[in-house]
């Protein structure tokens, strides 16, 4: 089934975009990726951008999403996604497991593509 998807524009001359990539988020929180806390480092980024480029259109999730294609790291990350209120839109990577990913994380404000 396909969707139609609208975004609000702020401006009629452009579509303001935010990209996350390559997140590589874990199942567990006590995991890490070559020393760094992924997830910490996501945490960062959305609180960086909340007070610099706030607030997007959209926002393009892209690469590797998670490290390991499992359920619980779909819902960590779906969760620190679904924090910032706005459309956000999932192409994975070569780590992501997509029929996955968009089973998991197919809720507002949030679309996957496989």
């Known amino acids: 089934m396909h969707r139609s998807l609208s975004l609000t524009q702020r401006h009629k001359d452009r579509?303001?975009?935010l990209q996350l990539t390559d997140t590589h988020?874990?199942?567990s929180p006590d995991q890490f990726f070559d020393g760094v806390d992924?997830?910490?480092s996501l945490i960062?980024?959305?609180a960086y951008a909340r007070q610099h480029h706030w607030p997007p259109d959209a926002i393009l999730v892209t690469g590797d999403l998670v490290?390991?294609?499992a359920p619980a790291a779909y819902e960590r990350l779906a969760a620190n996604l679904n924090t910032m209120a706005r459309p956000v839109f999932c192409i994975p990577g070569n780590h992501d497991d997509p029929?996955?990913?968009h089973r998991i994380m197919k809720t507002d404000p949030i679309s996957t593509v496989s």
């Open 38 to 40: 992924t997830e910490k």
């Open 67 to 69: 490290h390991e294609p």
């Open 15 to 17: 579509v303001d975009l």
């Open 25 to 27: 988020i874990f199942s």
């Open 44 to 46: 960062q980024v959305i």
């Open 99 to 101: 029929s996955l990913m």
